[in-house]
């Protein structure tokens, strides 16, 4: 780390001279007027904060499974359609899974058609600036619907919600919202709908308060093949400059005998795949009481009659050994790890707070390819993290090339309000982090398109999802590492295991044809 950077570390650990109550804030305003709200607004604004964040490690998990929809509430959508539009990762898109699941249980029916939909609900992301502005641009967009069709319900959720300034911004500019609450009252839902439908005031009911966990809500699963699974909630590790702790509140993990259940359902159901889901799946178990952590979840999920199970985001620091011995067994977990990395630079990793660094980063993928050979990893990067230096950002591309990723999700840096790293006074242009994102992307592309020619000529199992979104005769499935494969077959294989033959390379899919069952008795599928 250079003297600047170690300088505006310390400046930006954060200062909170004003200890406020620990109450939460937005939720004593619910259903007060946009007036009223402003006024209140005003005088209590406070931004994310991460020491007062820090203060809920130790509260309690309370468990429920007393979840009902009150019977007045149960049929207010006859006759009424919804929508749901979904921003941002597996868990805003598991949570519209149980949204829907709940306005179906109130009588409403699912549509894809704007102009058909009674009530409209945006699951939003807050996770860069860019992820921001499309739903801003979009709830923009749904005014005219609205002037057009009064009765329509428009509900803003999701990360942003839980984001005050975001709540703000709805309240000034975009009064025609109905309908804002966040991600820790979703079971809330009902009621909500049914204040909104009475109120002439836009509803808000947002809570800061965090660590209830509702198992028995609805779902209404997209799909029968693949199923996503929570196995936790929250986050805890603070990365300094990430929102997700603040939005989704502090770390819970659901216990074991819940997930297993659930999961068990799904096989009996005929779902082919499950993927566990939380934002540092790693640290699963550790809010139990009972010495129970990851690799002891898989090692009984391992032996439910599911072909496939994944799961993400694996967050370096936590992936234990025993982890990695259960993985090793395969079976029907599958060699295809996500492992977010950020940087190669151990100085920026530090200011990042991501408590590993770049030789333990490759210590962990050397252990993981020694006991899973031919395990796929891709990862996450932030390019331009402020004050990166070109050396620096150099250490990111030579980590690439060590590791050879199959695959990386890249980003610019995008400063959220409230973290720690937003109050660092930034050097480093957007042309220059523009610049490198390029240079990263080829890197990334190259390592792409060599690791699906290593499958030419081979043949791979595919789980079969459907057809092809451009050509309907065309069958589209992954693999058993996550390769897209497009291939001519009948229809009557979507949802199921196939082989495989690879014909054709690109850089983001394969092309294959499907192997007749006697002649893949011969061949050796990988
Ligand atoms: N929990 C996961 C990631 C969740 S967010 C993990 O820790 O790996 C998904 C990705 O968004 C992150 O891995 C990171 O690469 C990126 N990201 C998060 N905050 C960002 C920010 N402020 N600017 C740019 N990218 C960001
Ligand atoms: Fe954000 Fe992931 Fe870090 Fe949690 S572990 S703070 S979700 S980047
Ligand atoms: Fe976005 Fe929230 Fe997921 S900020 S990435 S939707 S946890």
Known sequence: MNEKQRKELNQVNPVDPVEKSEQDNLSRIKEKTSDDFMKYFEATYEPPNMKKAKKRLKKEVQYHDDFEIPEELATIGEGRKFLIRT?????????????????????????????????????????????????????GHLKPLKMENPDLIIGVCGCMSQEESVVNKILKKYQYVDLIFGTHNIHRLPQLVQNAYLSKEMVVEVWSKEGDIIENMPKR??????????????????????????????????????????????????????????????????????????????????????????????????FDDRLIEVLAKGGNLMPYIHLPVQSGSSDILRVMARRYTRESYLELVRKIKEAIPNAALTTDIIVGFPNETNEQFEETISLYHEVGFEGAYTFIYSPREGTPSARIDDKISMDEKKERLQRLNAVVNEYSRKAMEKYDGKTVKVLVEGTSKKNAKVLAGYTERGKLVNFEGPKSAIGEIVEVKITNTKTWSLNGKIVEKAASEQVEVI
């Open 221 to 318: 699963r997209h799909g029968k093949i693949k199923a996503w699974v929570n196995i936790m909630y929250g986050c805890d590790k603070f990365c300094t400059y990430c929102i997700v702790p603040y939005t989704r509140g502090k770390e819970r993990s659901r216990r074991p005998e819940d997930i297993i259940q659930e999961i068990r359902h799904l096989a009996a159901q005929g779902y082919k795949e499950v993927t566990l889901l939380g934002q540092n799946v790693n640290a699963y178990g550790k809010d139990l009481d009972i010495d129970y952590g990851l690799g002891d979840l898989m090692d009984e999920i391992r032996k439910i009659d599911i072909p496939r199970v994944k799961f993400t985001t694996s967050h370096p620091r936590d």
């Open 87 to 139: 921003y941002g990762c597996q868990m805003n898109e598991h949570d519209t899974e149980v949204m829907s699941g709940i306005l179906t249980e109130m009588g409403f029916e699912a549509t894809t058609e704007t102009k058909e939909a009674d009530i409209i609900l945006l699951n939003t992301c807050a996770i860069r600036e860019n992820a921001e502005n499309k739903v801003f641009g979009e709830i």
